[in-house]
């Protein structure tokens, strides 16, 4: 069965540094991998995803994400942090069904 | 109006209280998704609808009775809740299942009391 595990609860960054987010996941077939983000009281927006082709995908805000398939990998990156980026961040596996798994999720704080 | 609309934003009810959450897509997917999201909880899948038929219910009490009117119409019919469904739920929709992404709605803040 798919799943995804975001091995980090809370991660805190200073603003203007470097990020990662971490994401594993397990699945049968070639997987489709996604990004989400949510801040306190909304719903989840999607930052970006992978589907097929190359492994290095760019999304919105400036976030990218590089799919490793020998580490069953998904990780998130950011070059420098921004106030505005703390929120929740969601990694999810899915594929032609409609079975999109979450992981748990990584809060992130970003210190001035 | 775009995207993934849910109605109330914020809802408290009593126990013994029924209500409904509303969601409506205007995106033109052929799929729709309740989830409840709770405190240091893993996002939970509580029911899907594609082409307006029930594929999934994940072992959802029987308090809780999704209907699917139309594609573009989904509502959770609440009633004889507990404290403990106190959550933010979620709805989403997508087009053929997850291969594009799930488009959220902002969710409905419920506490029961």
């Known amino acids: 069965a798919q799943s995804v595990t975001q091995p980090d609860i809370h991660i805190t960054v200073s603003e203007g540094a470097s990020l990662e987010l971490r994401c594993n996941y397990s699945?049968?077939?070639?997987?489709?991998l996604f990004w989400y983000v949510q801040s306190p009281g909304q719903g989840l927006q999607l930052l970006l995803k992978?589907?097929?082709?190359?492994?290095l995908v760019q999304g919105i805000k400036g976030f990218e994400a590089e799919f490793k398939r020998s580490q069953s990998s998904f990780n998130l990156r950011k070059p420098s942090v921004h106030w505005s980026d703390a929120a929740e961040y969601f990694c999810?596996?899915?594929?032609?069904?409609?079975?999109?798994?979450f992981g748990a999720g990584t809060r992130l704080t970003v210190k001035p | 109006e775009t995207g993934v609309t849910q109605t109330p934003r914020h809802l408290v009810m009593g126990m013994t209280n029924k209500k409904s959450l509303k969601c409506e897509q205007h995106?033109?997917?052929?799929?729709m998704y309740w989830y409840k999201q709770s405190a240091k909880k893993p996002l939970e899948l509580m029911f899907v609808?594609?082409?307006?038929?029930?594929?999934e219910n994940n072992s959802v009490p029987s308090r809780f009775s999704p209907e699917c009117p139309n594609s573009s119409h989904l509502f959770l019919h609440l009633h004889t809740l507990q404290p403990e469904d106190s959550a933010l739920y979620l709805c989403?929709?997508?087009?053929?299942?997850?291969?594009?992404?799930?488009?959220f709605g902002s969710g409905t803040r419920l506490t029961v009391v």
């Open positions: 989403a929709s997508s087009q053929d299942g997850a291969i594009y992404g799930y488009t």
């Open positions: 699945y049968g077939a070639t997987p489709y």
């Open positions: 992978y589907f097929s082709g190359d492994t």
């Open positions: 999810a596996v899915g594929g032609n069904n409609n079975d999109m798994r």
């Open positions: 995106l033109g997917h052929n799929a």
């Open positions: 609808y594609s082409l307006e038929e029930r594929v």
